[in-house]
């Protein structure tokens, strides 16, 4: 599989693009997964139902499941954070994981940028960075503009940017083989 983040900084609009760019992917035969950092303690269980009276009574990981879905909560209870590697590891094989947050990370990104929210841009200092979606042309940009509001053609930029990817370390383990021009 392959590994790109949509970073920027707060307000940049990362998830309003990945919003419009993972129904454009899907529709265009690719299968789409995306691995979000939450910065600030979140709870998807509620309190009162038994997945989470399962948490509360100790259980490291409780996974719950329908007909629809499932979901596994792990408990990190004194553990540290897992890393982003470690995390995609437990990921099933798709095409693409886009990432979202993770910005000192290593792996290729997609910056968000928007004149308005005053924050400089990331790029410059990130060789990770390998394009720059913005609403007006950043000082010292020197990585490929996108516009941010085009989704298709930054859908486009990623598709080709696929055809040399690497896959991500560790991708082969799951099966991962070439699929719609991919690999």
Not at 146 to 153: K, P
Not at 173 to 182: D, E, F, I, T, V
């Amino acid at each position: 599989m392959r590994v790109l983040g949509i970073t920027g900084f707060s307000g940049a609009g990362k998830t309003t693009l990945l919003e419009k760019l993972i129904p454009l992917l899907v529709s265009r035969g690719m299968r789409v997964s995306t691995l979000k950092h939450a910065h600030h303690g979140f709870d998807v269980d509620v309190p009162g139902k038994d997945s989470y009276r399962h948490r509360a009574a100790g259980a490291s990981e409780v996974l719950i499941a329908s007909a629809r879905r499932y979901a596994i909560l792990h408990e990190l209870r004194d553990q540290p954070e897992p890393g982003l590697e470690a995390l995609l590891a437990r990921m099933s094989p798709v095409d693409l994981v886009l990432v979202e947050g993770y910005k000192r990370e290593g792996h290729a990104k997609i910056e968000i940028w928007r004149q308005a929210n005053g924050q400089p841009l990331l790029q410059p200092d990130d060789p990770a960075i390998i394009a720059v979606a913005c609403d007006t042309d950043p000082p010292h940009r020197t990585a490929p503009r996108l516009d941010i509001d085009d989704a298709a053609g930054i859908a486009d930029f990623i598709q080709t940017w696929m055809r040399s990817a690497p896959l991500w370390p560790g991708s082969h383990l799951h099966g991962q083989g070439s699929r719609h021009g991919a690999a």
